[in-house]
Nanobody, 123 residues
């Protein structure tokens, strides 16, 4: 059974940092892209970052470029999202999901969503 579980969320002050983890199981981890997404109350789910299969390329949404870093530990089947310089507008539930081999597709291209982890940034 394919399963992804996120962790690492919490409450942080503006300017602070958090590191999210996405632990995957039940599939060939390195054969698929893994994406991070977020959804704030009343808003649609949006792509935050993605790392492709083979872990050779990454992509970031404009609103997190220079602040967030996605990385992978294949031995642990885990993808991380290091979030620095957090802003109140980063407050959302953050999810990871399995995508096709390469990044760049819309949210609908991803599947096997984790339950999410709440990130709250206070001003």
């Amino acid at each position: 059974e394919v399963q992804l579980v996120e962790s690492g969320g919490g409450l942080v002050q503006a300017g602070g940092s958090l590191r999210l983890s996405c632990v995957a199981s039940g599939f060939a981890f390195d054969d698929y892209a893994i994406g991070w997404f977020r959804q704030a109350p009343g808003k649609e789910r949006e792509v935050v970052s993605c790392i492709n299969s083979g872990r050779t390329a990454t992509e970031y949404a404009e609103f997190v470029k220079g602040r967030f870093i996605i990385s992978s530990d294949n031995d642990k089947s885990t993808v991380y999202l290091q979030m620095n310089g957090l802003k109140p507008e980063d407050t959302a539930v953050y999810y990871c999901a399995v995508g096709p081999r390469y990044c760049g597709g819309p949210v609908a291209f991803y599947d096997h969503w984790g339950p999410g982890t709440q990130v709250t940034v206070s001003s």
